[in-house]
């Protein structure tokens, strides 16, 4: 029996999903040189390098408002909303699956339906993402654009000091998510039905 087709990425989720793709590898491609510049020369010139991150850094931010309008009006945000009572069981249901099961071809505890784009971890792992990380790394991105805008000082310790800091920690997490995200993506029906699913919109 064939899998039932669903229409789940609408064309306004699949144009922020490859912007958002495609600005985020422009960050971390601009801020490891920035990061790892030195007087003997960087990867990409400093002054470039700079100049493409902050562009990017700004349209990931429209890009970011941009998703949250969009939903809000779509409705899509449903598929982020957690059910509380027995979460937990259900996310280590779905951990043991990617541990062990996927590689013993179990059928997938939470497969994708109308209305369960999302298993468990995916959830979880999406709101942090989302809803949490990306607020920080762009109100973080923008307190280092304007660099005015910080506190002083927070116990003792430089206020762009602990900026950039942050910065820096939440964009290797984003960076670390984005690589086991595309591993994961592998884990469909062939090795690139999930990617192709980002393309038409039908799962």
């Known amino acids: ?3 039932e087709k ?35 020369g960087t990867f990409i010139r400093f002054d470039i390098a700079v100049k493409y991150h902050n562009i990017a850094g700004i349209i990931l931010t429209i890009n970011f408002l941009f998703f949250v309008l969009a939903n809000r009006i779509s409705g899509n945000r449903k598929y982020y909303r957690i059910k509380y009572k027995g979460f937990p069981k259900r996310l280590m249901k779905q951990f043991r699956y990617y541990v062990y099961g996927v590689f013993v071809h179990e059928p997938k505890p939470y497969p994708i339906s109308e209305k369960r784009k999302f298993n468990p971890l995916q959830k979880l792992s ?23 805008t910080n506190i002083e000082n927070v116990f003792g310790l430089s206020g762009i000091y602990l900026t950039d800091l942050l910065h820096i920690i939440t964009g290797f997490v984003l960076s670390i998510f984005m690589i086991v995200h595309i591993y994961f993506c592998t884990f469909g029906k062939t090795l690139g039905s999930d990617f192709k699913s980002m393309f038409t919109g039908w799962h």
């Open 1 to 3: 029996m064939s899998e």
């Open 126 to 148: 999406y709101v942090m993402v989302m809803f949490v990380m990306m607020p920080v790394i762009i109100i973080t991105g923008f307190g280092l654009l304007f660099p005015e």
């Open 6 to 40: 669903l229409y789940l990425y609408p064309v306004w989720l699949r144009i922020w999903h490859w912007a958002n793709a495609l600005m985020f590898l422009v960050l971390i491609i601009t801020g490891l040189s920035l990061q790892y510049s030195g007087v003997e």
